[in-house]
């Protein structure tokens, strides 16, 4: 089982989105994807994306700007 | 996902503005993100951007004063740290996207494949492909 991590700080729309998409079908079931970023929206935004895709929310975290949000294929 | 429910986006892109080009971009790359199928059928003004070297010569469909108004939006865009056109059309191209281009447009306007970016090009068609797109899709633009 592999972890891969996305670093989207500093980008804006639709960029976190669209690379969280990209890590999580290069990812074989099982494996976590951890994204960081400092786009407020995306923080929302992705959580949907991971419910509509039909795979796990592990964890949503902030520290000042940046959210860490982890997701299991 | 439900099997029978409509999970498709499909956008008609007529105008080659940058503004829209980038709005059509964004949609159809969220759909993508949000475990849809998208695809974007080039026409009219927008073929134009599909053209070798052309994605990104489109005016602002406001504002543009000869330029001027363009330049300070990219300006604006390059300081928000806002993804390129073409970085956008690459990412639809990989998160499995569909760029269709109108053959009509390219009678017309005298367009050959050759003008065109035939690489990320999935096939070239009419309005029966759109339709048949467009019946299956949830969201369907025309911009």
Same mark, same amino acid.
């Given at each position: ?73 | 996902?439900?099997?029978?429910? %409509?999970? +498709? *986006?499909?956008?008609? &892109?007529?105008?080659?503005? #940058? ?5 059509? =971009? ?49 300006? %604006?865009? +390059? *300081?928000?740290?806002? &993804?390129?056109?073409?970085? #956008? ?5 990989? =998160? ?48």
């Amino acid at each position: 089982m592999a972890e891969i991590k996305v670093d989207c700080k500093g980008e804006t729309c639709p960029v976190p989105l669209v690379e969280t998409r990209k890590a999580l079908r290069k990812a074989e079931p099982g494996d976590i994807v951890e994204v960081i970023g400092t786009h407020p929206a995306s923080k929302k935004e992705i959580p949907m994306a991971v419910k509509a895709l039909g795979l796990e929310l592990l964890e949503l975290t902030e520290e000042g700007d940046t959210w860490r949000i982890r997701i299991r294929k | 996902m439900a099997g029978n429910e %409509k999970n +498709k *986006a499909t956008i008609i &892109a007529h105008s080659g503005d #940058m503004d829209k080009i980038y709005s059509a =971009l964004i949609v159809a790359n969220g759909a993508l993100a949000m475990g849809m199928e998208a695809s974007i059928f080039f026409t009219f003004w927008g073929l134009q951007r599909l053209k070798k070297g052309g994605l990104d010569k489109g005016p602002l469909s406001k504002m543009n004063m000869f330029g001027l108004g363009k330049w300070m939006v990219k300006r %604006k865009m +390059k *300081a928000a740290n806002t &993804a390129s056109l073409e970085r #956008m059309l690459q990412d639809f191209v990989e =998160l499995g996207g569909k760029i269709l281009a109108c053959d009509m447009t390219m009678q017309i306007m005298g367009i050959k494949k050759e003008d065109l970016r035939d690489d990320l090009i999935s096939d070239y068609c009419a309005v029966g492909t759109y339709v048949n797109e467009a019946r299956e899709s949830a969201i369907t633009l025309f911009i």
